[in-house]
């Protein structure tokens, strides 16, 4: 088990880059970009096996940010073209990462049904 | 003789000017809670103003400040000639809406958050051209219709820029008439476009001061005016960063010392949470049409020129990585 | 290539350019940083925190991380609708935007907001009008990465 203090640190790190890109680029990167950029840097280190260590030290603070959600959906691609070739290229990271976006639409949804923005 | 009354570059000035008869501002809760609440007509309890929608809530803002100027000289709608209005909503629908419901003659206005000026201007134009008897002049904002058009979903957790301006909930409407009593307008400059290469959406202030500057310093050339002829030059919302770099332009541009404020920083307090200040087309609206034209009436403000600013861009231009250009109008209001 | 009219405007620009910079205030970096930090840390702490009381309870990591993943959205939905997520993200930028709380809270607050235009067309076709690019990259290199290794093996 990872200790929670790994996670703190971890995590806390992964978001201290992200606030330094935004504000140094500020305004050119917004939050959408920051939400990419992990996204794109998570799956690519993970190609690379690069993604793997840092989940093995920092736990929940590796996957937790948005980096591990691309680590979620290549590791599933590559588990899933081990099992069926080709086809696991398409169908493996979304299977992977189905709980999560699954529950973001789901739980998206039934907030606007119930809530009004505020303002 | 055409362009009899045309001054120097850019400046009209009237035989008869029209006259400011009366006028009205409604702002949102916040606006209200700043250091001019008293001086508004009516400030909302919410955002929505008793509507569904919010964009619903900016045209009745706009319909009840119309009304509210109109009910100050006991007259109706159909005793006004024309209404001049914009806002910041695509197709200007704020405006659209109210003019459906208020069934008075009506033009369209966009001049992003130089609204005000422009309508006035205008409407200063067609009464001493003699084409009508009484104009409204009107324009709004809405804090949250414009933040989810420009920005970003309204309950995202994004950090503002500190330079980036808050778009106040607001709107103002004045009465002009051929003849009355009440402040005058003496003379408008239509500003140029200009465009300084700058893109920061979060930063529209300072792309502004340039148009505001222009335009101020073309008023004071055009007319052979001192710099100190004002009693107060009011841009309309630079911010504290855009007005800061306005300050700096006027010594570049020889205007000694003006008396110079921006509405945007005038509207709210300090400790508001605003960043640089107020923006839209309600900020210089209910500034004017609240404690400046009061100020006016008590006789502690004689000569105003107000420099309502614009930035003319789109999301979409934004998102094509154009700069932004901006726009100044300049109206001269005094007392006599 | 350039006119001497478009030259000056170039100066001109780089002038004003320069002015702003000098004039714009900076964001507070170090206490951003430290807002980024700690909001970050405490919520990827909480996650692992699950993940922990789940893997006592026998539960396989994969599992568990997902559950926690779930669990963490829905809690981020929640304090977006009831309008503190946005507050929170004021103050602690990148440590309220980089957790998978701030996918959610881009979900939401894209799905409240479009509300008033309706279920199909407001919030239906919406949703993902923040998220939906992370998504586009996300699957678009996962792909990418199985064909690599498909054709390398």
Redesign the interface.
């Known amino acids: ?24 680029t ?2 050119t990167i ?3 970009h ?3 950029g ?3 840097g998570g ?2 280190l ?2 690379l096996g690069l993604y793997q260590p840092l989940v093995n030290l ?4 590796a ?8 680590h ?3 590791q ?3 588990k ?2 081990e099992q069926k ?2 086809l ?3 169908s ?3 299977e992977a ?1 189905a ?3 699954t ?3 789901v ?13 | 003789m055409p362009g009899r009354k045309k001054r120097g570059q850019q400046t009209v000035v009237f035989d008869n000017p029209p006259v400011l008869t009366a006028w009205a501002a409604v702002v949102g809760p916040k606006e209200g809670e700043g250091p001019w609440g008293q001086d508004f007509d009516y400030v909302l309890d919410d955002y929505l103003y008793g509507e569904q929608t919010w964009e619903l809530a900016e045209y009745k803002m706009l319909r009840e400040t119309v009304k509210m100027a109109l009910n100050k000289r006991n007259l109706l709608p159909e005793d006004v000639d024309l209404l001049l209005a914009g806002d910041l909503l695509n197709q200007i629908v704020a405006s659209n809406f109210a003019a459906r419901d208020l069934e008075i003659p009506f033009m369209g206005l966009y001049g992003a958050c130089s609204t005000m000026a422009e309508s006035l201007s205008l409407g200063a134009m067609l009464l001493d051209g003699d084409y009508y008897e009484r104009v409204v002049a009107a324009a709004c904002s809405h804090h949250y219709t414009a933040e989810r058009q420009y920005r970003f979903p309204t309950q995202q957790g994004v950090q503002k820029a500190p330079s980036a301006q808050w778009t106040a909930t607001a709107a103002g409407a004045v009465l002009l008439e051929a003849s009355g009593s009440g402040p005058g307008l003496k003379g408008v400059t239509v500003g140029k476009v200009i465009d300084m290469g700058q893109t920061d959406a979060n930063d529209m202030g300072s792309a502004m001061a340039a148009a505001a500057v222009h335009t101020i310093k073309t008023h004071l050339d055009d007319l052979n005016l001192e710099s100190d002829y004002y009693d107060l030059i009011v841009s309309g919302d630079l911010g504290q960063v855009g007005s800061s770099i306005a300050r700096q332009l006027f010594v570049r541009y020889g205007i000694i010392d003006p008396n110079y404020k921006d509405c945007g920083v005038l509207l709210y307090d300090q400790s508001q949470a605003v960043g640089s200040g107020g923006s839209g087309c309600g900020c210089s609206a209910c500034m004017l049409c609240g404690p400046l034209l009061k100020k006016m009436q008590k006789g502690e403000i004689k000569r105003l020129l107000l420099v309502a600013t614009g930035a003319l861009m789109s999301p979409v231009t934004s998102f094509q990585g154009q700069s932004i250009p901006c726009i100044a109008h300049a109206v001269a209001i005094e007392m006599d | 290539m350039h006119t001497p009219e478009q030259k000056i405007k170039e100066i001109e620009k780089q002038e004003y350019e320069d002015l702003i910079n000098q004039a714009k205030p900076k964001p507070n970096l170090a206490r951003n940083m430290v807002w980024a930090f700690v909001v970050g840390g405490l919520i990827c702490m909480l996650g692992q925190w699950m993940i922990n009381l789940m893997l006592s309870r026998g539960i396989s990591l994969a599992d568990a991380s997902s559950a926690t993943s779930c669990i963490l959205i829905f809690l981020a939905a929640l304090f977006t609708g009831l309008g503190y997520y946005n507050e929170l993200g004021q103050r602690a930028g990148a440590g309220s935007i980089v957790p998978i709380t701030g996918f959610a809270n881009a979900i939401v607050a894209s799905a409240l907001e479009y509300k008033r235009e309706g279920y199909i067309f407001g919030v239906g076709a919406r949703i993902f009008s923040v998220a939906g690019p992370t998504l586009v990259f996300g699957f678009v290199i996962a792909v990418l990465v199985g064909l690599i290794r498909v054709f390398l093996s």
Do not use: E, R
């Open positions: 088990m990872v200790p929670l203090y790994m996670a703190f640190l971890v995590g806390g790190l992964l978001c201290v880059i992200g606030q330094i890109i935004m504000d140094a500020k305004p917004t939050p959408g920051i939400l990419v992990y996204i794109t799956a690519i993970s190609g920092g736990g929940a603070g996957t937790v940010p948005l980096s591990g959600f691309g979620l959906l290549v599933g691609t590559l899933a073209v070739g080709l696991g290229a398409f493996g990271g979304v990462a709980a999560g976006i529950a973001a639409i739980f998206g949804y039934v907030v606007a049904v119930i809530f009004n923005p505020k303002g």
